[in-house]
């Protein structure tokens, strides 16, 4: 009962983060509620007992690449924006969290079991760091490299592009 509330918490909290992607009009409040969504993905890998992608998806992806998007936008020029305003349902808001938060320590502290495989199942078949290093580094190698760098092109893009128009501000 518990794993399906999680699930079901966790998917609607990606899915309401995806909308604050594509809503948001600010363009840092956009990267922030793609960090959202990729934390709550990183709990439903979790979910699937694949752990070291449960790592890999907070470390690389809401860490590095969320980082990274931040420093673009950053070097873009976000919308100045008037003084800071809170929301009107920021403290209601923060019951849940709160709330998830104690119950995720509760859980850890009660000694939670994940999802074990079956006896006759192949421990290497998901989320191990062999399986993810066999995919990786031999069916996947090409989109692999191909996305690094495209996220190289696009930072190095936003930089060229950032320098480009404060030198053309000065000319002026």
């Known amino acids: 009962m518990i794993p399906q509330l999680v699930f079901w ?3 609607a909290m990606a899915v309401l983060g995806g909308l604050g992607v594509i809503l948001s009009r600010e363009p840092i409040k956009s990267v922030l509620s ?3 969504v990729m934390l709550a993905l990183s709990v439903e890998f979790l979910l699937l007992s694949a752990q070291f992608v449960f790592a890999v998806q907070v470390i690389v992806y809401a860490g590095a690449v969320m ?3 931040l420093f673009v936008v950053a070097l873009l020029g976000p919308i ?5 305003r809170s929301l009107r349902f920021q403290w209601w808001l923060s019951i849940p969290v709160v709330a998830v938060f104690f119950g995720v320590i509760w859980a850890e502290l009660g000694g939670i079991r994940y999802h074990q495989p079956a006896q006759g ?6 989320g191990s760091v062999q399986q993810i290093a066999q995919g990786l ?3 996947f190698l090409f989109p692999f490299e191909l996305t690094s760098v495209m996220l190289l092109v696009a930072a190095i893009g936003a930089i060229y592009l950032s320098r480009r128009t404060s030198d053309e501000e000065r000319e002026v």
């Not at 100045?80 to 800071?84: I, N, Q, R, S």
């Not at 199942?121 to 998901?126: P, Y």
């Open 121 to 126: 199942d192949d421990l290497n078949a998901f």
């Open 9 to 11: 918490f966790f998917a």
């Open 67 to 69: 980082v990274l998007f």
């Open 137 to 139: 580094f031999t069916t």
């Open 34 to 36: 793609l960090v959202i």
């Open 80 to 84: 100045k924006e008037g003084p800071a």
